[in-house]
């Protein structure tokens, strides 16, 4: 009845957040052309003060350390700060999506309930999982694929180190997509429509593997990207304030220039799929996009970048299939969006499962040989900081 109900609250909190991004973004969305720069701006500052006034909420590597080395208690405290400013950042064009933000106010709703039901250990700590878990599943509208996200992103090497928390997160995962589906309809059906795939033998997997190893190469470029951007951001001690008003100033150059970089991914990606778009100009578009995340990432604004990697591996497949016109183009985009994802969040196994619910793609074995190359082909030292052992 515990799972239940925490899956039932964060459905609930998944499907206002929802709504009131829907209805910001909306808003926003008028403002177009040379607009979206001041714009951009603007909101990159009020997230900042807002960051700099209410709190710091932190980023998913915070919710990874607090889950594995501060006894499973994810701090709600800073929740205000994290919706208001996660809402500015992604409804006015932010490369980040709201699953952090999520994972963040559903998790530690789950401690909450946890200490006020007196859970110690464990159980306090599958509350907070159950509560993580029930925030990415109402935003992808995975259940299996959502729960397992919540346990396998917690380390990068073993995917289940938690796993007393598995049926937590598995119950507390159904009725938050019940939750959801019912507020706003939500994951009911796929995304981003991939379902013309046709399996055409057994040289399928080894061309996964191959746009794999492609995928887990732009996966490398991404983490060196974020580096690179954290090391400049980092460099001087500026207010937070400052950073978001910066990294709103570029965000907003990019998204005049390249439109379609602008936004998490959620819609563009469909409007990727369906354009009829020259090679130069999509290969101008992963450029940028990969350096508007990484921007996103360390200039302080708020948000996940897991649906945003997913549009960098649905514009790297068109770009593969444009080179090679005889490759399966469905394969070659879910293969691509397999691997980056694996390879910077270390999660083989629920990225498999939330691209087949995403996508409709419906041959689970060449997404899980494609996410397992880029889990294996990952950098030494992962994305996500907190997963590695403490010392």
């Not at 008028?30 to 951009?40: E, K, L, R, Y």
């Not at 878990?133 to 299996?144: D, N, R």
């Amino acid at each position: 009845m515990l799972w239940a109900l925490l899956g039932l609250i964060g459905g609930v909190i998944a499907g206002v957040y929802w709504i009131g991004l829907g209805l910001l973004t909306h808003q926003l969305s008028f403002f177009n052309g040379w607009q979206v720069i001041p714009v951009m701006a603007i909101c990159g500052l009020l997230a900042g003060l807002v960051i700099h006034f209410i709190g710091d909420p932190g980023e998913i590597n915070l919710i990874v350390n607090n889950i594995r080395f501060n006894k499973g208690r994810l701090d709600p405290k800073n929740n205000p700060s994290m919706i208001l400013s996660s809402l500015l950042c992604i409804a006015s064009g932010g490369s980040l999506g709201p699953e952090a933000p999520l994972v963040q106010v559903t998790g530690s709703t789950g401690t909450w309930i946890g200490k006020l039901l007196r859970l110690k250990g464990e159980e306090l700590r599958s509350s907070s999982i159950a509560g993580m878990a029930s925030g990415f599943t109402a935003l992808f509208g995975a259940p299996l694929g959502g729960s397992l996200f919540s346990l396998e992103i917690l380390h990068h090497k073993h995917a289940v180190e938690y796993y007393k928390a598995i049926i937590p997160a598995f119950v507390a995962s159904c009725f938050s997509y019940l939750v959801f589906a019912l507020i706003i309809h939500l994951g009911l059906g796929p995304i981003w429509d991939l379902s013309s795939y046709e399996y055409s033998g057994i040289f399928d997997f080894a061309y996964a593997i191959l746009f794999a190893i492609i995928g887990a190469a732009f996966g490398w470029v991404f983490i060196f990207c974020t580096k690179f951007f954290k090391t400049i951001f980092e460099k001087k001690p500026i207010p937070i304030y400052v950073k978001t008003l910066i990294g709103g100033v570029l965000l907003g150059i990019i998204a005049f220039y390249f439109p379609l970089t602008r936004y998490f991914g959620h819609h563009e990606i469909n409007e990727l799929l369906s354009g009829n778009f020259s090679i130069t100009l999509l290969f101008s578009i992963l450029v940028f996009k990969i350096i508007a995340i990484s921007i996103s990432v360390t200039s302080g604004w708020r948000g996940g970048f897991i649906i945003p990697l997913f549009f960098v591996g649905a514009t790297l497949g068109l770009i593969i299939h444009q080179l090679f016109p005889t490759i399966n183009l469905t394969l070659a985009i879910v293969s691509c969006m397999a691997a980056i994802n694996a390879c910077v969040t270390r999660t083989p196994m629920s990225t498999t499962i939330l691209l087949a619910t995403l996508t409709g793609f419906g041959h689970l074995t060449p997404i899980f040989f494609a996410s397992l190359t880029g889990y294996f082909l990952a950098p030494r030292i992962p994305f996500i900081g907190s997963q590695m052992e403490k010392e």
